[in-house]
């Protein structure tokens, strides 16, 4: 800058550099060269940093979508109060339960949520077959054994009453579960809607249950909203859908935008295999509604199962019976489920993929007491002559209870 300010001399508003002058260049010829001077220096400032940016641009690896998203959702059948199965866990200090469901512990907590239906209810008084009434310790046993929630809108929500069905609530709550489809008030089922949400490993579950009725039994005026009930005519011939009772529940559940949505419903006939048609027509309503899984309790029996792998929703019409005293044929085994369930990273989309089932079978000792046993597991520690392995009586009923689970259940699509 020193050297060019000594070659201009200043000569008023037109002072030209003498350089210019000395080599005959006119006024308009330099005009013309600073022109194209001031053109080249733009050019080179749009020019420049876009080649520069390119040169130095890192080639960006492909964005990898988040993983999947899998929960296991497990769930038993019918837990039933009688005289032999609350006399199973009877102890010298009062009941206790863990050998009745020591051996199905690993299936039960292996579950993200595990769920039972709890056919009774929970009080202090005469225990069994007539009052249908348990100790709190039994509630307690399952807790420990991994249950998560136990159904109690079923056959004996009010069989004690007003009175049993929050004593029972109040138990279910008290053992560290989760009370599904019963309501202490009114106000409460208002409160709750009707249903849980559950988020377990980044997956949202809703959880609602259904019951057919209450062993011909009414609510009284005032609680009519504190069980969920799958038909108008509970009390007596089973026969007109309460759809709109049941997609009020639905909806409310359905509101909040869970992944996944599973009805629990305790409906069919006792110790029958037969599908009704209004059956049929609560699956519609619950398929419309985007149910994905509907879980069915009440005949004691374990009934065939339907997958669609496709769509991702799956039924199982009754697992049968998880805990009673197998005198009825066909009762003393059950299966307790295993649903998988996926949330796909990429789109978000949930739905069932997938369902495996453990048989089990109900063995009453020298003693009386009844267990539940996982029959693959029993059967193989007979055959290797294992410690406690079961009686060569109790091998045979275990080897036909499975042949007709697995007949039972059918071919899933």
């Known amino acids: 800058m020193a050297f060019r300010k000594k070659r201009i001399k200043q000569r008023g508003r037109n002072a030209v550099p003498e350089q210019y002058r000395r080599k005959g260049k006119s006024k308009k010829g330099l005009f013309i060269a600073g022109g194209a001077l001031l053109l080249c220096v733009i050019a080179a400032c749009i020019l420049v940093p876009k080649l520069l940016s390119q040169q130095s641009a890192v080639p960006t690896e492909p964005t990898t979508p988040p993983p999947d998203k899998v929960i296991h959702f497990v769930a038993g059948g ?12 009877a102890a010298n200090a009062g009941y206790d339960y863990t050998e009745a469901f020591k051996d199905v512990l690993p299936v039960l907590s292996g579950g993200d ?15 069994g077959s007539a009052t249908k009434m348990a100790p709190q310790a039994m509630l307690e046993a399952l807790s420990a054994a991994g249950v998560d929630a136990l159904q109690t809108a079923n056959s004996y929500s009010i069989y004690d009453g007003l009175r049993g069905l929050r004593n029972t609530v109040q138990g279910v709550q008290n053992a560290g ?24 490993g980044g997956i949202k579950v809703a959880l609602m249950a259904f019951t057919k009725g209450m062993d011909g039994m009414g609510l009284p005026a005032g609680s009519e909203r504190c069980v969920n009930l799958l038909y108008e005519d509970y009390s007596s011939t089973y026969q007109k859908v309460n759809r709109a009772g049941i997609t009020k529940v639905v909806r409310n559940a359905a509101a909040h935008q869970p992944d996944v949505m599973v009805a629990l419903v305790h409906w069919g006939s006792e110790f029958n295999d037969q599908i009704s048609k209004s059956q049929k027509k609560i699956c519609e309503i619950f398929w419309e509604e985007g149910v994905d899984a509907i879980i069915g309790t009440h005949p ?22 998880f805990f009673g005293d197998g005198e009825a044929a066909g009762t003393n085994y059950g299966v307790i489920l295993d649903l998988e369930i996926t949330k796909d990273g990429a789109t978000g989309e949930t739905k069932v993929t997938g369902f495996e089932y453990t048989p089990t079978f109900l063995e009453t000792d020298e003693n ?17 002559r294992y410690l406690d392995c079961v009686s060569e009586e109790t091998y045979l009923e275990m080897k036909t209870a499975l042949e007709r689970i697995e007949s039972r259940i059918g071919a899933a699509k």
């Open 300 to 321: 004691h029996y374990v009934q065939k199962m339907e997958f669609d792998r496709e769509k991702g929703t799956f039924l199982a019409y009754s697992l049968g019976d």
């Open 368 to 384: 009386g007491k009844v267990r539940v046993l996982r029959i693959r597991e029993a059967m193989a520690g007979y055959e290797n």
């Open 78 to 89: 019918d837990v039933n109060i009688t005289d032999k199965t609350v006399a199973s866990g």
């Open 113 to 127: 949520v595990a769920t039972l239906n709890f056919e009774g209810v929970v009080g202090t008084g005469s225990y």
């Open 177 to 200: 579960m989760t009370p599904l489809g019963t309501y202490a008030t009114n106000a409460e089922f208002d409160s709750a809607g009707g249903y849980v949400i559950w988020e377990v």
